[in-house]
């Protein structure tokens, strides 16, 4: 079964500094997708940034970036420029789309970050 | 806003009764996610529905069940209910294509007192 694991349950960061949130996950697929999910205190579910296995390229959105190793298995998330709405759970995510037919997700436990002024 | 949308926000209900969650897809989507978010059990999935169609099913209780209706709304019923199943019940939306990214609703907050 795949798993996803985040090692850090919480982490904390100076405003305008940059942070790393590191996710693992365990697969024998070579076709999948990689998801950042933030959950601020509304706990609003909302998609940070989507990463596609077989593209090397690592993805981007603005000031969150992803550092995607496939051989490790390493899916880690990078926040530039830390803005205190960017306090929230970060959620890792894994889906495996068993041929199209769902693509539901697997979660990690979570980091709870804290941006301070 | 994700154009997700559930009804109702938070629910308190005794044990051994039976809620209904609802759950309105984004414009376009044809596939409903539901997954319960817990503090023992985290965020785990718990049942996919296809244009009405049961495509997956994860950790879902026997107590549980889900349907999707012509309109494409969802629905998930839980019934006698344990002081164990208060948690943050999310639905969520896709498009049909591998890989898509899912839309969550702000979840219904279920207390079993």
């Known amino acids: 079964a795949q798993t996803v694991t985040q090692s850090q349950p919480e ?20 076709n999948y997708y ?17 990463q596609e296995a077989y593209k090397q390229q690592n993805a981007t959105e603005n000031r969150f970036s992803v550092n995607f190793q496939k051989a490790a298995k390493s899916f880690s998330l990078k926040i530039s420029d830390s803005q205190l709405g960017d306090t929230a759970m970060y959620f890792c995510a894994f889906m495996d789309p068993l041929g199209g037919a769902t693509n539901k ?13 | 806003d994700s154009g997700v949308t559930q009804t109702p926000k938070h629910l308190i209900t005794a044990t051994g009764q039976r809620v209904t969650l609802r759950c309105s897809p984004r414009s376009g989507d044809l596939s409903v996610y539901w997954y319960q978010q817990s503090l023992d059990q ?34 998930l019923n839980l019934s006698s ?13 896709s498009r049909d294509r591998v890989g898509a990214e899912a839309f969550f609703g702000q979840g219904t907050r279920l207390t079993v007192v």
């Open chain 1, 11 to 30: 982490m904390s960061v100076q405003e305008a500094e940059t942070v790393t949130l590191s996710c693992t996950y365990d697969t024998s697929e070579s």
């Open chain 2, 42 to 75: 985290g965020l785990q999935f718990l049942i996919h529905y296809y244009n009405g169609e049961e495509r997956a099913k994860g950790n879902i209780l026997e107590r549980f069940s889900a349907q999707q209706f012509p309109d494409l709304h969802s629905e």
């Open chain 1, 34 to 50: 990689l998801f950042w999910y933030k959950q601020p205190p509304s706990r609003q579910m909302i998609l940070v940034i989507r």
């Open chain 2, 81 to 93: 209910l344990e002081l164990g199943d208060s948690a943050l019940y999310f639905c969520a939306s």
């Open chain 1, 105 to 117: 997700l697997i979660f990690g436990t979570g980091t709870l970050l804290a941006v301070q002024p």
